[in-house]
């Protein structure tokens, strides 16, 4: 029933950018707690960005992405973006999309970036 979607993905050169995209369905989305997170060959999943619910959102980054990496939400779309430039290769993960409220927790199946010349 609930399904998020990730979008986007793919590969790039060092210094390029990419958008992706979650597509959430199953849950009323504008009250839900967006997020992105990653996770590397061989590393833990990573917390990369989060945006709030409401019409009032406030972002916040991971150091290792801040001033590179721009989230957004449209709630008409019940879409969460996440905006990636000046990849790098140890940006290369998976990348998750994440839906919270209160003890709800959703994920997506993730989508693969790869950045590598």
């Known amino acids: 029933q609930v399904q998020l979607v990730e979008s986007g993905g793919g590969l790039v050169q060092p210094g390029g950018s990419l958008r992706l995209s979650c597509e959430v369905s199953?849950?009323?989305?504008?009250?839900?707690?967006m997020g992105w997170y990653r996770q590397a060959p061989g590393k833990r999943r990573e917390w990369v960005a989060s945006?709030?619910?409401?019409?009032?959102?406030?972002?916040n980054y991971a150091d290792l992405v801040k001033g590179r990496f721009t989230i957004s939400r449209d709630n008409a779309e019940n879409t969460v973006y996440l905006q990636m430039n000046s990849l790098n290769p140890e940006d290369t993960a998976v990348y998750y999309c994440?839906?919270?409220?209160?003890?709800?927790?959703?994920w997506g199946q993730g989508t693969q970036v790869t950045v590598s010349s």
């Open positions: 199953g849950i009323t989305f504008r009250i839900y707690n």
């Open positions: 994440n839906a919270s409220y209160a003890t709800n927790d959703y």
């Open positions: 945006i709030t619910s409401g019409a009032r959102t406030s972002t």
